[in-house]
């Protein structure tokens, strides 16, 4: 017969059981909740649904690499592309290739359960038949890259990161654009290889140049990248000339070289900017550096303001 507190005892245990079990299943019921909203669809138009926070994580576009890091989940990535190298410690990851040529046979070994990447290179199809979880798109405009860091945060289970991550970075790019409003706006052309193909007003890098009060010689109307006339960049005169395409080889010197282009006023006043990898590689990213792409662009323009 078993003593008085041996029932006290026993009758405790099972209410401490009964506890237990009860907050077990309210930690199961919010990772339950969490993973019941909405799906997020992404720029391929596909539903991406998750059964579980994900853990293992390939990047294979850079924006998507930084963004997972900005988010504070940078220990969940298992294996990037070959351009992501911020931070610097996702360099220490499994390199995968690109997008366009990534090697599947390495990807799948590392098992992720769920891969991100662009909308272009045919990877989300590829893995389809796997049974791999897929998010395919890449912010094009400043409006999708808050968009596309929402639309991550959620599959990752970081929305209250992400809302904070967006709201400090939006308020940066507004402090920075209002620290040029009603300046001088240098007239400017941007280069991204010398075909020569542009940016237009309504891309991301154009939007940038808008922010930083720059006034961008390629009409609207040709598009967001397009392959420019020569003779059009001559008959608009740019002040100032970006280079994105230096570390290719491209320069002042190679500018000057083509047919007409030595009269135009960057050449005449010194105002053809050579970018080095690094900066050409943060004014392209559409992601969480966007406020520190717009403060290198300022500080680019500073001195062609007249």
Known sequence: MKHPRDHRTY?????????????????????????AQGPVVDDLGREVVLEAVPQ??????????????????????VGVDTFSNVPARVSRLPDLGSAFDADLEAL????????LTDEYSGLAEALAPLGIPVYAG?????????????????????????ALLVGRTQGRV???AASVAGLPTPRVFVELDATPYSVGPGSYLGELLTLAGADNIVPAGLGDFPQVDPELVVAEDPEVVILLDAPFGESA??????PGWGAIAALRGG??????????????RAGPRLADALELLIGLLEGERR
């Open 271 to 284: 105002a053809v900017i050579e970018l080095d990898q690094a900066g050409v590689d943060l004014l392209t």
């Open 108 to 115: 799948i070994a590392l098992e992720p359960d769920l891969v």
């Open 174 to 176: 507004e402090a920075l």
């Open 253 to 258: 010197e190679t500018v000057a070289a083509r």
């Open 11 to 35: 009758a405790r245990s099972l209410v401490s059981r009964a506890v237990a079990r009860g907050w077990l299943a309210l930690i199961v019921l919010t990772f339950a909740f969490a993973f």
């Open 138 to 162: 890449t912010p094009q405009t400043v409006a999708e890259v808050w968009r596309t860091t929402e639309a991550l945060a959620t599959l990752l289970g970081l929305e209250s990161e992400a």
């Open 56 to 77: 293992r994580i390939v990047a294979m576009v850079p924006t998507h690499t930084e963004t997972v890091c900005a988010l504070g989940a940078c220990d969940r990535l």
